[in-house]
């Protein structure tokens, strides 16, 4: 496994790998590996004869007031996951590299960006769709794997790399849990105990949302109002917001249609949760 630390090398070595004529997988990732990160990188190994992992801690999709500086930094557990892995470029550049004095140019995504989590943090897609764009100009891959966790983020690079006639192709990838229902993430590791155990709430809306249409409930404010009183029953969690959204435009619905994403985003503690699931349902005629 090699690792790769400037943008520079990772376009050489990208040059090199054009002429053998392999595919390339790519997954990108902010580090603090957990088995989440893990189930996409097999994902990208079973597919792909040669798997890039990028490891960079992008600081514009962070506002001021955010963890940037306290975002959990492990790069040497994050190779060692990559080597069992069987990944073959750890790309793993510094700031500078990315974001050489003088760099100006930003990528914007605006409609999907809108609302959600880029109403609550509002520089935070513009530096996702940026990076995300000069990540996939060095890699080049064949496939991306995104995770749906982050299901308005994969999203916007969906229809970013529509937009702008990126050739690969992205796959959205299922979202892995810890048993009792909470979604793995890297800021998982700050929660305390108490916190921990407070946590799965967001799952289980989202659990009583579904469940509410499958019973054959319709109206996108009736299912809202079922998964805030759920979360409503913790009095750990700060609720940010909850929506019944179409899955592509993230727009909320008021009668559903086939197909919805229920959206979640809490707070417990100075820790932010985030959550979704799609559910589909056909009614008889
Ligand atoms: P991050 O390092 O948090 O930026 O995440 C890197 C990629 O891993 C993103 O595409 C995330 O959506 C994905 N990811 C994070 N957590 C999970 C999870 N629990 N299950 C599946 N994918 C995930």
Same mark, same amino acid.
């Given at each position: 496994m090699k690792t790769i630390r400037t943008t520079a090398a990772m376009a050489a070595w990208r040059r090199r790998l054009h002429r053998e004529g392999v595919t390339i997988g790519f997954v990108p990732t902010m580090g603090a590996l957990h088995d989440g990160h893990r189930s996409l990188i097999r994902a990208a190994r079973m597919t792909c004869d040669t798997v890039v992992v990028s490891i960079f801690v992008n600081p514009?999709?962070?506002?001021?007031?955010?963890d940037l500086s306290n975002y959990p930094r492990q790069l040497g557990l994050d190779r060692a996951l990559c080597l069992t892995e069987g990944v073959d470029v750890v790309f793993a550049p510094e700031r500078r590299t990315m974001y050489p004095p003088g760099a100006q140019t930003v990528v914007a995504v605006p409609a999907i960006a809108r609302r959600w989590e880029g109403e609550a943090r509002p520089h935070h897609f513009q530096g996702v769709a940026t990076i995300v764009t000069k990540l996939l100009c060095l890699v080049q891959p064949d496939i991306t794997w995104f995770g749906q966790k982050d299901y308005q983020q994969a999203a916007l690079v969906q229809q970013l790399m529509k937009d702008l006639n990126f050739p690969g192709r992205l796959i959205v990838h299922p979202t892995v849990r810890d048993s009792d229902g909470l979604a793995l993430s $890297?800021?998982?590791?700050?929660? $305390?105990k108490i916190h921990r155990q407070a946590a799965p709430v967001l799952f289980r809306a989202l659990e009583a949302g579904s469940a509410a249409i499958h019973a054959g409930e319709r109206r996108g404010a009736s299912i809202q109002r079922r998964m805030a009183r759920v979360v409503a029953q913790e009095p750990l969690a700060v609720l940010e917001y909850l929506a019944v959204c179409d899955p592509i435009t993230l727009e909320p619905v008021s009668r559903l249609p086939r197909r919805v994403v229920l959206l979640g985003a809490l707070r417990i503690g100075r820790i932010r949760l985030l959550d979704n699931t799609l559910v589909s349902f056909r009614d008889k005629v």
């Amino acid at each position: 496994m090699k690792t790769i630390r400037t943008t520079a090398a990772m376009a050489a070595w990208r040059r090199r790998l054009h002429r053998e004529g392999v595919t390339i997988g790519f997954v990108p990732t902010m580090g603090a590996l957990h088995d989440g990160h893990r189930s996409l990188i097999r994902a990208a190994r079973m597919t792909c004869d040669t798997v890039v992992v990028s490891i960079f801690v992008n600081p514009t999709q962070f506002g001021p007031t955010e963890d940037l500086s306290n975002y959990p930094r492990q790069l040497g557990l994050d190779r060692a996951l990559c080597l069992t892995e069987g990944v073959d470029v750890v790309f793993a550049p510094e700031r500078r590299t990315m974001y050489p004095p003088g760099a100006q140019t930003v990528v914007a995504v605006p409609a999907i960006a809108r609302r959600w989590e880029g109403e609550a943090r509002p520089h935070h897609f513009q530096g996702v769709a940026t990076i995300v764009t000069k990540l996939l100009c060095l890699v080049q891959p064949d496939i991306t794997w995104f995770g749906q966790k982050d299901y308005q983020q994969a999203a916007l690079v969906q229809q970013l790399m529509k937009d702008l006639n990126f050739p690969g192709r992205l796959i959205v990838h299922p979202t892995v849990r810890d048993s009792d229902g909470l979604a793995l993430s $890297s800021r998982n590791i700050y929660l $305390s105990k108490i916190h921990r155990q407070a946590a799965p709430v967001l799952f289980r809306a989202l659990e009583a949302g579904s469940a509410a249409i499958h019973a054959g409930e319709r109206r996108g404010a009736s299912i809202q109002r079922r998964m805030a009183r759920v979360v409503a029953q913790e009095p750990l969690a700060v609720l940010e917001y909850l929506a019944v959204c179409d899955p592509i435009t993230l727009e909320p619905v008021s009668r559903l249609p086939r197909r919805v994403v229920l959206l979640g985003a809490l707070r417990i503690g100075r820790i932010r949760l985030l959550d979704n699931t799609l559910v589909s349902f056909r009614d008889k005629v």
